[in-house]
């Protein structure tokens, strides 16, 4: 809680969903903000983006997918007047296959979105809230990495790939 902002309980129940299950369901989990600026709390479902396949060839195809949806969902609430652009934390489980050998690998990432255009409050209270869910969430160690743009997205999946995030 290092902002002040305190860490909704729904968000460790989620996260350990997400990362302790033996069957995984989600591909991807959000949080963000909540609109008093005192909590962070688990984004709305639609978010929330399932898994069906998971450490296989399909589980790539599906990530592929899951990146695609994902930016829509971003496009969709940049271009809607009516709601508000909010940085968010998006977990999200990669599976690909490396470059170097065609090896099938997964790894949880965090991605930090706070795209320009950000209130300057919202920026500030995520920036400095970021410690604080990842403190808060048990056992997190999956890797981070910060995203303003659409194609620094886009940009992940080839990385790893590529074995430049580890």
């Not at 069957?23 to 929330?48: C, G, H, L, Y």
């Not at 790539?60 to 940085?87: A, F, G, H, Q, R």
């Not at 990495?145 to 590529?162: G, H, M, N, S, T």
Request: net charge negative; glycine share 6%; proline share 3%.
């Amino acid at each position: 809680m290092t902002s002040g902002v305190a860490v909704d309980a729904a968000c460790n129940e989620m996260w350990e969903e997400f990362h302790g299950a033996k069957v995984k369901t989600r591909r991807v989990i959000t949080f963000r903000i909540n609109d008093k600026f005192n909590a962070i709390i688990p984004d709305s479902e639609k978010w929330q983006l399932p898994m069906k396949n998971y450490n296989d060839q399909d589980g790539v195809e599906e990530t592929k997918e899951t990146i695609k949806k994902l930016k829509e969902l971003i496009v969709e609430e940049m271009n809607d007047d009516s709601s508000k652009n909010e940085p968010r934390w998006i977990i999200m489980y990669f599976d690909y296959n490396m470059e170097s050998d065609g090896r099938l690998t997964g790894k949880e990432i965090m991605l930090k979105w706070c795209p320009d255009g950000v209130k300057v409050k919202s920026r500030m209270t995520f920036a400095s809230s970021s410690k604080g869910l990842t403190d808060a969430l048990n056992g997190f160690k999956a890797l981070v990495v910060q995203a303003d743009e659409l194609d620094e997205i886009d940009d992940l999946l080839p990385r790893f790939q590529k074995g430049l995030l580890k």
